[in-house]
């Protein structure tokens, strides 16, 4: 029925399971919409935060879902800057997962704020001194660049190619690309780097507080080079979702392997400036400041060493080890293990950059607070979920996003 | 159409050049920004010319001096009031609300008249003029059914003219069933008409002294005036004076005292005549005083002819401070201590009257500390007790009676006692569970159905009266639970005098003025027994000539009028003759009251028995409003979560008492005393005696409005009255109680 | 160090207040609420949701009975400096809807700039922000007693103690009308100050030498609250047990006794 509409030499499964699919999807969808709407309408009490937890389970979700996303531009960064040609057979893959978490996160922040109609004000009256007011400029302008970067692949599907307009369209931006890329790889390096200073420059909240370099805390550096190293994680691990649900093999496995392995090395030295930062901190800078480690690993019923170990070693130090030797890296089993890991040690460091932040009380005689969310930011949070499972679904069909599909299913 | 690199750039630029050109992005968020500035449901208050107007507070008994801030009629702000001799410019968190009751959703706005069961808080609204003919019609038919005994009336406080007009109005009528909400101040004029032969209010020179020994007085926690205790405090750190509180549980008091002592609670009359103990062995006693103005100190000769013991052989003989150790759990070292500290400061000063003073407390005990104030002359001088004259105001007592009116009032009272029985309020209401007859019932803000002990059983009462009308401003427990209502003002819009209440060392009289329009159709209370009366005629009618109740203020207080108006406050000029002319006693000096001192009547008894193994004591915290006047919504804002979360109270308990029964923090536990039982949340507290439980006073209101009803458990509920053998008048601090889990 | 600002010096207002003196009453606490249209619920006892910009905290010395021991503490918003006006709040506020004023030294707060994005409130270790979770509602009438001085809030943005900034500027104009140029000490106190029975709160010019603050700022059981973490407040705390002051800040177990050097 859709058929005119799908790539040319690619199987699709049928539309009527395609819809169906598409209606599960749609509801989840749906509920998200319907919490949204009731934040907004109602406002934030709808939600679990209060005057303990300004930032919670959304800030969060930003948070790891632009680190996730991270996968877009240190991709495009590998392929069009260091020229690593093999990745363009993922790049349209990383590039759909970045819109999509971009566009989520956008989208979160305009449920979070009290006053969304006010949202243009922190271009309007920005204060510079904020690292929300670089999230913003960066984040938005990235945002617009990964939209320049996926119009082109929207362009290619077969109906619109057919409009000369489009198909010009498509090849001039095609050409000037390089330039997006490495417009975005930029303000990447900055958006994730101001997102790590949104915590590091709590000087107020010893938890949070690191020194750094200049203007940057070293939780700035941190969080670009976690970014990077995790976010192609991410984008593997996707891949290899889809993968399974398709039932089909859509990149190769040395594309795989290379983003992987590189992926990984990321990983390792980032791990190793992690750890130095995490001792650092433990024995120098909160120290300095009257708090002993273990201040804010006690007294609660929740947050314990677990959560460094949690992040630090199962999500960081295993993955990279997997990931930088061969046999790791061959081993599909053990790759995707890394991926899971990966992404597990990458989201727990978020959370624990926000929500344990908020947690941990600073004046002696105040108390720890810990928070669940509600399920109006559960919906709003897994909102995006179904928002990105919907647009890959529909990228995926209409789209030749893998170039090395129709090389690895052969349609006969 | 072909689209070169050029035409492309062009259109790019075009279109984002064309969108920041138009004016309309602009002008639509800036139309934004200016609606979310603008969302017609924040309201934005009207400006005006501002301006101050001065009054007395009637939210406590404090009589503090209040500024209002209008904004051309509404007011905005209420202030203490500078240069008060209350207050001076302080103010209580309670005073600070005003406003919210003034215009708060709990006034009652006309008069309502019940339409559904009792209670049930179905009103119509009725006009003045029918309210009025209604009562009046209903007490014409008691009068002519020769049943005017069976009216009668309770009051909120025991002085100012508005009292004093409620029980003429009743004499007139023909009752003498008239009461007021007891407290403290109820038995100190009974220990001044047993020791010092005189009709006296206490006044306690607390600036002046400079040892104070609090018997669990919370004196920072609203006892006597508030906002003065509060500021005495600063002049107490200043001056460094010293606070020994004795009670069981850390107050605020205890806290800013110099010492705290928990005793078993009900055993301080027992510590105070130990004290007394060590004081006359060590002959640490003001032996001038009491060898030429006492009567009773030595043994001495009864009228009839019996030797009885004085009060120095019955302290040697009962109250050794190893005695004393053994019933209070002080250390006699401490005891001995304690003596010695109080005799040699050179103004020593005993407090008696647990909590803030509301519970009348029994009469032994308080004679047992007054007699330590004599032992030591802290009697009539600086930074000891003065006796002050009572006030009354004599054209207001004496009233021209009816034939039907004498008869009435030959009438068996509901209470008898030997002593003015209205503050027995507690045992009004027994007699009326006991057959007594009352047929009518009009109460004046006052709240009995929330501020009695054992509220079920005056709910019982209530239940037993077929007619209750209340005169108050708010719809409290007692209002919704009438028959009718005839609204007073509330105190920011009507005239009335404020006799300072208990314990400041001077009389005064503070003046409330209108400082608002009435804002609903309300009547001062005054004004109505006026019509009322009116309406009854004959000598009912005569007995108050006046046009208004302004104009019969005007009329009683006309000496202090012009001061009152100008000034807000009248201060009276105390003189206290020499102690050969202080006391109106038989023997003309002071007298120690050795019978009331007995060991059986000095161990203040508690209900309940060993199946319960803890003892629930009420307190008060300043945070909540204990009596007539619920929390307004600011006050129960500044509740802290350890004492009310969501609905539920919590208790006061000692962490080993808590760990021994296995509850931890915030457990919801059943409570259960022998007048009833109650859910309630575990506060784990090192600052109270294990054994001990406490809750506070001034939740688990049933009505006023949402801010307050329906939140936490009234303490009322779970403690019986326990009257006192001598003066009948209630003296349950407290109740034995157990814990399970819920 | 003296800053000429026109004819008038650069002011710098703060508290002191004597923990040895505070109740723990609330008169500061309703004062602020009555002063500043702060809103209410009827339910206020989550008091992670409850708008008090004056909060008391209560604490003890860990102490089991009889030899335990409590302390009040009122907070309010500490008109942080941090470092040339960086306090935490102000620097992360992207909007520029609260801003440090040189001239004051007054953490000021633009409701109706502010979008509600809460960062301030994560940057603050004394929690002294509030949030308006739920549209402001007056019981029917109620909206009558709210002072002009102060706009309401609406819901979805950060409020907060503002020192009572429309008293200095009443004060202000009031000086300017009689024509002089600096106002008097009593001339500008704040509400909780005014309202305090025990006078445990002292509000003044830190910078003027015959304002009570700037004495009793250096007595020496004078101290701030997380002076370690460089927020450089303007409220001081006084008191005279050892404990409170240790709970002022964060130590180390070998950091206190503190070294008299
Ligand atoms: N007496 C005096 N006069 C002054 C000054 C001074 O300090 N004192 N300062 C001068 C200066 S610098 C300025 S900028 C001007 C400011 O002068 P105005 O703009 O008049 O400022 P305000 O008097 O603060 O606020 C005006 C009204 O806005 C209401 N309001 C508050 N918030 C909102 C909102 O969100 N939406 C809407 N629609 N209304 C709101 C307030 O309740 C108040 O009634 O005054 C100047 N004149
Ligand atoms: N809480 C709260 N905060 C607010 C506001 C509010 O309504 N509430 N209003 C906001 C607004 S609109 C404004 S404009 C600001 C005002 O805030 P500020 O700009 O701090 O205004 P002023 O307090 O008037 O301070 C101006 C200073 O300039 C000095 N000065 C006067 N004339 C001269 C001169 O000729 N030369 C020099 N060098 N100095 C001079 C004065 O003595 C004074 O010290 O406050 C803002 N902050
Ligand atoms: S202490 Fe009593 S009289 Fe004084 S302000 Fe408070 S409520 Fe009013
Ligand atoms: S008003 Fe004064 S005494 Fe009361 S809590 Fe506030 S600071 Fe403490
Ligand atoms: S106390 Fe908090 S809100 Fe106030 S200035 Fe400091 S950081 Fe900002
Ligand atoms: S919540 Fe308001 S004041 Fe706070 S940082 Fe955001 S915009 Fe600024
Ligand atoms: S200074 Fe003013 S705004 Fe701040 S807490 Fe005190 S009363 Fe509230
Ligand atoms: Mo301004």
Redesign the interface.
Known sequence: MDSALIPNGVRRCSINKFMIALAIAGAVLLWGVYAMFLCWFKGLNQTNMNDYYGFALWIWADLAIIALGGGAFFTGFLRYIMGKDELKNIINYAVLIGFICYSSALLILAIDIGQPLRGWFIFWHANVHSMLTEVAFCLTCYFMVLTIEYIPLILENKQIDKVPFFHHLSHNMHSVMAVFAATGAFLSFFHQGSLGGVAGVLFGRPFAFREGLFIWPWTFFLFTWSAAAYGPCFTLMVTKITEMVTKKKLVKDNVVELLAKISGWMMATYIIAKIIDTYYWANVTAPSLGFNIMHFYSNNSFYGLWILFLEIILGGVVPAAILITEKGRKNSLARNTAFVLAVIGVCVNRWVMVLQVMAVPVMSFDTWALYYPSWQEVATTILPVAYGIILIMISYRYLPIFPQEPELNPVD | MKIDRRSFLALGVGVVAGNALSPVPAILTDDIAIWTQNWPWVPVPEIGGSAYADTTCQLCPGGCGISVRKVEERGVKIEGKKDHPVNNGGICALGLSGLQLLYGPTRVKTPLKRAGKRGEGKWIKISWDQAISEVAGKLNDLRSQEKAHTVAGISGSSSGTMTEIFRRFLTAYGSANFFHTPSIQDTYRLVFEFMHGKKADPGFDIENADFILSFGSSLLEGWGPPVRMLKASKKWKDTATKIIQIEPRLSRTALKAERWIPVTPGTEAVLALSLCHVIIKEGLYNKDFLANSTFGFEDYKAKNGEIKKGFKQLVMDDYSPEAASKITGLDPAAIILLAREFAKASAPLAIFGKGQGILPGSLSEAMAIHALNALCGSINRKGGIFALDVLENKELSEVALDGIAEAGLKQHKLVETPHNSSGCLNQAFSAILKGNSVNALLVLEANPLYTLSDSKSVKDAFDRIPFIASFSSFMDETAQYADMILPNHIYLERIEDVPLSMGFPKTVIGLSKPVFKPQYSTKHAGDTILLISKELGGSIADSFPWKNYEACLQHVLSDKMDVLKKKGFWTATDSFPDFKNAFRTASAKFEFQTDSLSSDLVNVKIEGDETYPLVLIPYETIRLSTGYIANPPFLTKAVEDTILKGKDSFIEINPKTAQASGFSEADMVLLQTPKGQARVRVHLEEGIMPGIIALPRGLGHTAYDNYIADKGINVNQLIGPVNDPVSGLDTAWGIRAKLSKA | MKQEQGHSKAKKFGMVIDL??C?????C???C???N?VP?K?????????I?WMR?????NG????E???CY?PRPCQH?E?HGG?S?CV???????TDYDAHTGIVSQIY????????????????A????????????????????DV????????EKCSFCYHRYQIAKDKAHYEGQTEIEEDAYQT?CA???????ITFGDLNNHSHAVSKLKNQPNAFR??E????NTKVYYVSGREWVR????????A?WPKKTS
Not at chain 3, 56 to 60: A, D, G, L, Q, W
Not at chain 3, 112 to 127: A, D, I, L, Q, V
């Open positions: 040895d003196l109740t723990g009453c609330g008169s606490m309703v004062a609420m009555a002063e249209n209410f009827e339910d206020e006892t989550d008091k992670l949701k409850s008090t008391i905290f209560k604490f003890s102490k089991t009975y009889p335990t021991d409590v503490l942080c941090g960086h935490p620097s992360v506020c992207p909007a520029t809807a109706t700039r502010c979008f509600g994005c809460r960062y301030c409130m994560g940057s603050c270790p004394y929690k922000r509030y949030f308006n979770w739920f549209d402001p509602v007056w019981p029917d009438g109620m909206e009558q007693y709210l002072s002009p706009s309401p809030r609406m819901r979805g943005v950060v509400a005014q309202a305090c029975p025990v006078k445990a609250l997380l370690r973490l460089g927020t240790r709970a002022g800040d964060n130590y180390l177990k950091e």
